[in-house]
């Protein structure tokens, strides 16, 4: 009987396991939950940067008796039924244990995998023999595969146990895969639980999964999950006791209202199996595209959004907004051209089977109107700073002059003008910004006979504009946004 709770091992954060302490720490962790009643471990040798299977060892020394220990080995990596057993060994002496007692081929993607994996002298019969050596009790598979190419190994019937992500996310694709796991009589873990963190991020979205008595979405969604009589365990990843307390308090009663919480979810979130959970295997683009990055984003634009971007309330510039937010720092876009060689390598592996090619495409339409490439934006900064000036300004001296002054140099160096900086806030009035450029009262325009002054400012631009105009009718002044463009940072 496997805890309804089981302890996944790749959540360990790197700043933590790069000590000794905090591997130590780690492992107490491990003990924590055994104590607390969790008997079911995940593990494979890559997981938590490689520190995964020592903190498993030192905390297998504190816990009595022997709880369930998974490994994993992948097909990409031992290829052979070779590989496999001494993958296996290497991984039972690191952690110290005499078996396993669910070895998992790990991150089944298709049946063209599997196939590799069944194939004579391959994977699968390594593990069989290191089963028939006493390493391994019994035999399983991770999938990340289609709920159809899932519900086909499963009925290929050779393993006794599968590890599958399934959660408010996902539930309608895969439950023919839950369904015939059961069937099947299969043991299921359950992985990913809480969507790769979406569902706790999105908390108010998730809502209608949330019954009167439920402490908070991630309750809700662990309870969600496990009134289905096939899973046998859901892999929480945790990083500290408070987490691990509230999952196990979450899973330590019975669920009396299973019915009405299908029923609920069912209704409500039938919608939300289109995310990107982050799991990163699209990555290794040969364009170079960062894959899970953009698709991770794309998911703000698949959350319906009352956030307005600032003052702006088209519906499809907020859509724009909150993808451009939520890259902002990850990736930069050079030009609007879409590099996608529509290779359809990304979609194969991910393990959402999401439509990422046409989300890409998208998403560089997006960039071409919002004026979001470095080279668009160079092209604005050259036609609104034309080199025939010799004196600019801008307005307000905030983060927006401060970025756009950074961002002209470096697309296009050292200004060839004099510059000057407004803003209407008398207390900055002499301050400097970055650069030494002192920071002006909105009065001196006029006198100082500026050739342009261009306003950076995203929020009130249309305010600006409509002030310095009136207010000084003769002077050049030019807008840096126009209508079509999200904000230059956010
Ligand atoms: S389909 Fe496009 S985004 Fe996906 S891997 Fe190929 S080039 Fe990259
Ligand atoms: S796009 Fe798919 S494979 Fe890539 S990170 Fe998202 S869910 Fe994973």
């Not at 987490?243 to 019975?254: D, G, H, P, R, T």
Request: hydrophobic share 40%; net charge negative.
């Amino acid at each position: 009987m496997v805890s309804a709770v089981g302890m996944g091992a790749n959540r360990f954060k790197h700043e933590i396991i790069s000590t000794p302490e905090g591997v130590e720490r780690c492992a107490q962790l491990v003990v924590e939950a055994a104590a607390l009643g969790v008997n079911f471990f995940d593990s494979a040798a890559a997981y938590s940067g490689g520190k995964c299977e020592e903190i498993l060892r030192l905390a297998l020394r504190q816990i009595a008796g022997k709880p369930y220990i998974c490994g994993k080995s992948s097909s990409h990596q031992e290829k052979t039924r070779d590989a496999v057993q001494r993958h296996i060994e290497r991984s039972l002496k690191n952690i110290g244990i005499d078996y396993f007692d669910f070895y998992y081929m790990w991150s089944v993607k298709s049946i063209g995998q599997y196939q590799e994996i069944m194939a004579t002298g391959g994977p699968y019969e390594g593990v069989v023999a290191a089963k028939e050596r006493g390493l391994v009790k019994h035999i399983c598979f991770s999938s990340h595969a289609s709920a159809q190419d899932t519900v086909q190994i499963i009925e290929d019937g050779a393993f006794e146990g599968v590890l599958l992500s399934y959660s408010l996310l996902n539930f309608r694709e895969n439950n023919i895969a839950l369904e015939t796991a059961e069937r099947s009589g299969l043991g299921v873990a359950v992985m990913n639980p809480l969507g790769g963190g979406i569902i706790p991020q999105n908390a108010e979205l998730f809502k209608p999964a949330v019954l009167n008595d439920d402490i908070g979405i991630s309750d809700a969604a662990l309870k969600f999950i496990y009134v289905h009589t096939a899973v046998s365990t859901i892999l929480c990843g945790v990083e500290n006791e408070l987490e691990l307390a509230a999952n196990v308090k979450s899973l330590s009663v019975m669920d009396q209202k299973a019915g009405i919480r299908q029923t609920y979810v069912t209704a409500n979130l039938g919608a939300f199996s289109e995310f990107c959970t982050g799991c990163g295997y699209c990555n290794g683009c040969p364009a170079g595209i960062k894959v899970s990055a953009l698709m991770t984003a794309f998911n703000q634009t698949r959350f319906k959004s009352d956030t307005f971007i600032y003052n702006r309330t088209s519906t499809e510039l907020i859509k724009q907004g909150n993808f451009f937010r939520a890259i902002e720092g990850h990736t930069e876009f050079e030009n609007s051209v879409n590099p996608c060689l529509n290779c359809g390598k990304c979609e194969k592996v991910c393990t959402q089977r999401l439509p990422i090619i046409d989300r890409i495409s998208e998403i560089y339409r997006w960039v071409e109107v919002s004026c979001a490439s470095l080279f668009d934006r160079k092209k604005r900064l050259e036609s609104l700073l034309s080199n025939q000036y010799s004196r600019v300004g801008f307005y307000t001296a905030g983060g927006y002059t401060d970025f756009i002054i950074k961002l002209y140099k470096r697309l296009l160096g050292d200004f060839s003008f004099e510059v000057y900086v407004f803003d209407s806030n008398p207390l900055r009035w002499g301050g400097e910004l970055s650069g030494g450029i002192f920071i002006r009262n909105p009065e001196e325009i006029p006198g100082l006979n500026l050739d342009v002054v261009l306003i950076s400012n995203y929020v009130y631009s249309d305010q600006i504009y409509e002030d310095l105009t009136v207010r000084f009718p003769t002077v050049n002044v030019q807008r840096l946004h126009t209508d079509n463009d999200v904000p230059w940072i956010f």
